[in-house]
């Protein structure tokens, strides 16, 4: 079953996704201001709650195997953003941005997260029906291979091995103002070092200025895609012929992210070793990948293993941080 054969599933997402975009800038956020660790807090339950009653709504309109497929794609999702959401602290403390203009750069990244989100799933589940090889047989059994799924899940488990072996002050070390996004906007626009009350542009004797916040915007947006290369292939892993499963969970997983960002500025000790979790992740879906012409791994035996590999990672990490204190 193809959730594309389900409009009111659609409509009801997109009714949702709209509402809370609206509420969240609209009514809680409309003035700049910073977040404290009860309203992250209350948020990051608010989100993660909708995304989980819109999951038992899935359940009642589809079946089981999508309800899995939706809840390992948001998990995958939600876990691989943390790493991202590691580099935006990195990011906002590199350009000094005041607390208060934090949630307004990540709710305009997340914005356009949403658009490239939908690029890179859309066309990607096209591209994958049009990558399979000629069914062949091997040892008596019949095989069909997917090249781009195969390349992928080569890829992850690269992704997964320089995870797991990368070291914690590489990012720390980086110069973000000479990263991509800061350039691009450098060649369209003068730049201002100033904040400006929040403004990415302002105008001044006739001539329009980007503002500090406009780089850090910029780098935020591109930094979100590249942090894409490795999560989008890894959810084609669990429906790569269901774009909208795909994009679903996804954006569920990406608009909690401004409210769980700031519970991990302040707590970010609390997860030194999930970096070697998401290495198990990424290591795992590359290799379901990459088998599972030969062997099909069911979409709720894959969230048990994500979700038990998550939860392992998080509770060594809490242990090594009360050792460490």
């Known amino acids: 079953m193809d959730i594309s054969s ?30 404290s660790n009860k309203e992250a807090l209350v948020w ?20 089981m195997e999508k309800f899995a497929q939706f809840q390992s ?13 590691f580099v935006f602290i990195l990011v906002f403390g590199f350009f000094e941005v005041p607390k208060e203009l934090h949630h307004k750069v990540l709710f305009w990244g997340i914005l356009g997260a949403l658009v490239m989100r939908a690029i890179f799933i859309f066309s ?7 990558t399979y090889l000629p069914e062949f047989n091997l040892l008596g ?15 992850l488990v690269y992704a997964g091995f320089k995870s ?9 070390e980086k110069d973000f103002g000479k990263s991509f996004g800061v350039r691009l906007v450098r060649k369209f626009f003068p730049v201002s070092d100033e904040f400006y009350q929040g403004k990415f542009i302002v105008k001044k004797m006739n001539i329009r200025f980007a503002t500090r916040l406009m780089l850090v915007l910029a780098v935020i947006e591109t930094t979100d895609l590249i942090f894409a290369i490795d999560s989008i292939p890894a959810i084609f892993a669990i429906a790569p012929n269901d774009p909208f499963i795909l994009y679903m969970s996804n954006i569920f997983a990406i608009l909690g992210l401004r409210s769980l960002y700031f ?9 030194s070793k999930l970096k070697y979790g998401l290495a198990v992740i ?16 069911d979409a709720l035996v894959s969230l048990f293993i994500l979700g038990g590999v998550l939860f392992l990672s998080l509770i060594w990490s809490i242990l090594s941080a009360k050792k460490s204190a």
């Open 282 to 297: 990424l290591s795992f879906i590359g290799i379901k990948m990459i088998f599972s012409p030969i062997c099909h791994v």
């Open 141 to 155: 059994k019949s095989l069909k291979v997917n090249l781009l799924l195969t390349i992928f899940g080569c890829f």
């Open 263 to 271: 519970l991990l500025a302040n707590f970010i000790h609390m997860f």
């Open 44 to 63: 990051s339950i608010v989100w993660i709650s909708l995304s989980m009653l819109f999951s038992l709504f899935l359940l009642s309109q589809t079946n």
């Open 124 to 130: 990607g589940v096209e591209l994958i029906n049009l």
């Open 6 to 35: 389900q409009p009111l599933l659609i409509f009801i997402f997109a009714i949702v996704v709209v509402f809370m975009l609206a509420l969240d800038l609209g009514v809680f956020n409309r003035k700049s201001h910073a977040i």
């Open 73 to 85: 794609a948001y998990w995958i999702e939600k876990a691989l953003s943390i790493d991202n959401l």
């Open 164 to 172: 797991a072996f990368s070291k914690d002050d590489e990012e720390g």
